[in-house]
């Protein structure tokens, strides 16, 4: 009689142990970013700026103005440096000869290259007062 306890409590104790057990808490995820080779998409580009951008006429800084339309809109793709990100450096830009579509780097000529975009950059739908402002910026910031 003792070994049929035995083995019976041998086999409950099977039985308990390979039964369904809980899972273990997963660790927090991670979030990720979206990989900087791709085109941004809605969800991982930054919200548009609300209401119209301070102008130089209003009081604002153009430069400083250029630079917050610069961070939203241009900076996950180029530095100010030299160093390429997904697009190129932006060292030195008004002393380059060309934009890479072949046109002198002028005011104008950035301008619409940065509003139709070309190669592999996407076009950026910037109003009038950010162009202007995002060239100033670009002017002071990349000499």
């Known amino acids: ?8 409590f041998v086999a409950a104790l099977l039985v308990v142990a390979c039964g369904p057990q809980p899972l273990p808490e997963a660790p927090t995820p991670i979030p990720t ?5 791709l085109p941004a998409t809605e969800a991982t580009q930054p919200p548009a700026q609300t209401g119209p951008a301070p102008t130089a006429a209003e009081g604002g800084d153009l430069v400083e103005a250029g630079n917050q339309v610069f961070q939203q809109n241009c900076a996950a793709c180029h530095n100010l440096t030299a160093e390429t990100k997904v697009g190129p450096g932006l060292a030195d830009l008004f002393a380059r000869d060309a934009l890479p579509n072949g046109n002198p780097v002028n005011d104008e000529n950035l301008r619409e290259w940065i509003l139709q975009g070309g190669g592999a ?3 950026i739908p910037l109003d009038d007062a950010e162009l202007d402002q995002v060239v100033a910026f670009l002017r002071e910031a990349t000499q």
Not at 1 to 8: D, F, R
Not at 33 to 37: E, G, H, I, V, Y
């Open 121 to 123: 950059m996407p076009p």
């Open 1 to 8: 009689m003792k070994e049929s306890l035995a083995l019976l």
């Open 33 to 37: 970013l979206a990989p900087a080779t």
